[in-house]
């Protein structure tokens, strides 16, 4: 994996998040399920990354999963993420990192059977993200 474009000591981090978005960011946390920001969010725009502001999904990906967390069908380029696997928790997953600072996103799921034109939902935390509504 390539070093990442924006890097920051933990102190640095933590400095820039608060304690929730430093511990999913930084530290691959997880937020609770139905409780984010974006769960249901309906508002057009672009969804950056709350560490370092890179633009990672479009409201025109994102679909209804009623999983708990958003959830997008594609990221807004082919670089906007890195995915790398991740066996926590006795599972083997795919763990979805902002390609700009490394920063923990959330995991992308496959086969599913979701009507979307990639068969991939990509389950995201809302603290990782932050809505720039259309026009703004």
């Not at 530290?27 to 309906?42: H, I, L, N």
């Not at 025109?60 to 082919?78: I, M, R, V």
């Not at 990192?97 to 995201?124: K, M, N, W």
């Amino acid at each position: 994996m390539t070093s990442p474009k924006v890097q920051l000591s933990d102190a640095e981090w933590r400095q820039k998040l608060n304690p929730q978005e430093f511990q999913v960011l930084r530290r691959a946390g997880t937020e609770p399920p139905f409780v984010g920001e974006y769960t249901d969010t309906k508002t057009e725009g672009v969804y950056q990354c709350r560490a370092c502001g890179a633009e990672l999904f479009r409201s025109s990906e994102k679909f209804e999963s009623h999983c708990g967390w958003p959830s997008f069908f594609d990221p807004a380029s082919s670089d906007a993420v890195i995915l790398r696997p991740d066996d926590s928790l006795g599972m083997r997953r795919v763990e979805v990192l902002c390609a700009t600072c490394h920063s923990h996103l959330g995991h992308v799921f496959e086969g599913e059977g979701y009507p979307t034109p990639t068969d991939q939902r990509y389950c995201i935390n809302s603290i990782s993200l932050r809505l720039v509504p259309a026009g703004s």
